[in-house]
């Protein structure tokens, strides 16, 4: 099984500034890197596939980046609905074995 | 925007198998380019994957396989989940999700996710 550790746990960041998110992977996904962005009492929503491609409606200032073990989620300019619970989820391996990291809790100083 | 919606008991006791539904409200599961899965996700476990059905094979996490069968009902368009021999550890968030991808390969990512349903284990 591939384990995705995520860091840090939690982050509080000031409107307008930058989070940076990281996720990191126990062995090669090579791109294979999806994040999602949950609200209290929602399903989680997907941000980024293909560890760079921002899925549709996604505003520009979410950027991913990274290959291999190594990733980053990027929010350039933190708006106040950006706050929320960010999960990478790998997706590497056939036959499939999905596995998520323990998501970052990014809170709005 | 494909919407999901996941419908079932919320509470069973230890034993029980628990049957969960998962329909697309005015639509249909019918493309032949569309998988799907189960996830869950508990205070303790954080988001785990249930399993996911390719065509007509189940895939599953290993330590759910013995005891999870996962289904399609193209015909009354829904998509299903049974979980046998429920124990306390069952306790989640339910989620059906469609798996896609960019270039129609295996390597597939969530998206949509249902609301989710709450699903307590207890005697």
């Known amino acids: 099984e591939i384990v995705l550790t995520q860091s840090p746990a939690a982050l509080s960041v000031s409107p307008g500034e930058k989070a940076t998110l990281s996720c990191r992977a126990s062995q090669s996904v090579r791109n294979n890197l999806a994040w999602y962005q949950q609200k209290p009492g929602q399903a989680p929503r997907l941000v980024i596939h293909g560890a760079s491609t921002r899925a549709t409606g996604i505003p520009a200032r979410f950027s991913g980046s990274g290959s291999g073990t190594e990733f980053t989620l990027t929010i350039s300019s933190l708006q106040s609905e950006d706050f929320g619970v960010y999960f990478c989820q790998q997706y590497s391996q056939w036959p499939p074995d999905y596995t998520f990291g323990q998501g970052t809790k990014l809170q709005i100083k | 925007q494909l919407q999901l919606q996941e419908s079932g008991p919320g509470l069973l006791k230890p034993s029980e198998t628990l049957s969960l539904t998962c329909s697309v409200p005015g639509g249909s599961f019918s493309s032949s380019d569309n998988f799907w899965g189960w996830i869950r996700q508990s205070p303790g476990k954080g988001l785990e994957w249930i399993g996911s059905l390719f065509y007509e094979t189940i895939y599953s996490t290993a330590s759910l396989r013995s005891r999870v069968i996962i289904s399609l009902d193209t015909s009354r368009q829904h998509l299903s989940l049974r979980l046998t021999s429920v124990t306390a550890a069952d306790t989640a968030v339910y989620y059906c999700?469609?798996?896609?991808?960019?270039?129609?390969?295996?390597?597939?990512?969530?998206?949509?996710w249902g609301q989710g349903i709450q699903v307590t284990v207890s005697s």
């Open positions: 999700a469609r798996l896609v991808s960019e270039h129609g390969d295996d390597h597939r990512w969530f998206d949509p």
